[in-house]
């Protein structure tokens, strides 16, 4: 099983990015996918999430600003980031995960992306 995250990089504020997750060694009508960030001085956060059967789940602070996506063809799950706010700076990661309010990381987990949102 591989998770592997890319797309991430330095934008200004109000930009967009868009990060994808290929995965291999499952389906993606398998588990659930979520994508975590850690920002620096602060505990990692599950902030969005796609569940096996397509169910999508975001957290307050990304809502209408993220959207995920994904393409059981390809095995990818994407996150489309728009309006990005130097908040947004953080290490970003895939991996499966329980897509629920609360979204909890579960056994694999891809390397990291930087996003970094400056002027």
């Known amino acids: 099983v591989q998770l592997q995250a890319s797309g991430g990089g330095s934008v200004q504020p109000g930009g967009s990015l868009r990060l994808s997750c290929v995965v291999s060694?499952?389906?993606?009508?398998?588990?659930?996918i979520g994508w975590f960030r850690r920002a620096p001085g602060k505990e990692r956060e599950g902030i969005s999430c796609?569940?096996?059967?397509?169910?999508?789940y975001y957290t307050d602070s990304v809502k209408e600003r993220f959207t995920i996506s994904r393409d059981n063809v390809k095995n990818t799950v994407y996150l489309q980031m728009n309006s990005l706010r130097p908040e947004d700076t953080a290490v970003y990661y895939c991996a499966t995960a329980l897509c629920r309010v609360g979204i909890v990381g579960l056994d694999y987990w891809g390397k990291g992306t930087q996003v970094t949102v400056s002027s």
């Open positions: 060694g499952f389906t993606l009508d398998t588990y659930g």
């Open positions: 796609v569940s096996n059967d397509g169910s999508t």
